[in-house]
């Protein structure tokens, strides 16, 4: 059973950074395609950014200069660096991973539970 722990998230004021990190267990790490995903209040779910198994990337238009997906296989963990953030960034983010080494939408299988991002203009 894959397993998805994401931790990080909190409140910050605007313009400020935050990292999140989410550890995998229960999956072969090294194959999988790994993402982020938040969700705003009244909004869909929307992909923040996703990371291939050899280090290809891809993000959201709204956050692109500003957030930066990596991962560390050893640890079977990625990361999200967030800076700049803006008060439109306030969301639950969900740690994602694909069942693939692509970050094909149709891969999309596995969800973390969430961390709130807050942050205050």
């Known amino acids: 059973q894959v397993q998805l722990v994401e931790s990080g998230g909190g409140w910050v004021q605007a313009g400020g950074s935050l990292r999140l990190s989410c550890t995998a267990s229960?999956?072969?790490?090294?194959?999988?395609?790994m993402g982020w995903h938040r969700q705003a209040p009244g909004k869909q779910r929307e992909l923040v950014a996703a990371?291939?198994?050899?280090?290809?990337?891809k993000y959201g238009d709204s956050v692109k200069g500003r957030f930066t997906i990596s991962r560390d296989n050893s640890k079977q963990t990625i990361y999200l660096q967030m800076d700049n953030l803006k008060s439109e960034d306030t969301a639950v983010y969900y740690c994602?991973?694909?069942?693939?080494?692509?970050?094909?939408?149709?891969?999309?299988?596995?969800w973390g539970q969430g961390t709130q991002v807050t942050v205050s203009s």
């Open positions: 990371i291939s198994t050899d280090g290809n990337t």
């Open positions: 229960g999956t072969k790490f090294y194959i999988d395609a």
């Open positions: 994602t991973q694909y069942r693939s080494s692509w970050y094909h939408p149709s891969a999309l299988d596995n």
